[in-house]
């Protein structure tokens, strides 16, 4: 998502652009691209709540959860 949220971004000709990411799971992030602000880093586990969702499930819970199947 990142990468096409940049490339769209940047055909604006951005004087500066900054990523933040409030988790970010450095075993999935494949990427040479630099995140500028990070909350936490967090393992390879699905999670859920604070807006995060399973199959239209969990996006409302005020807290994040790691999904165990």
């Known amino acids: 998502t990142i990468v096409k949220v940049m490339d769209t971004l940047m055909k604006k000709n951005p004087k ?4 933040a990411a409030l988790l970010v799971k450095p075993g999935k992030f494949n ?4 995140i500028d602000y990070k909350g936490m880093d967090i393992g390879n ?6 807006g995060l969702d399973y199959n239209r499930k969990g996006r409302n819970l005020k807290d994040i959860y790691i999904v165990v199947e």
């Open 16 to 19: 500066q652009i900054k990523i």
């Open 31 to 34: 990427n040479k691209m630099e």
């Open 45 to 50: 586990d699905f999670i859920v709540g604070y």
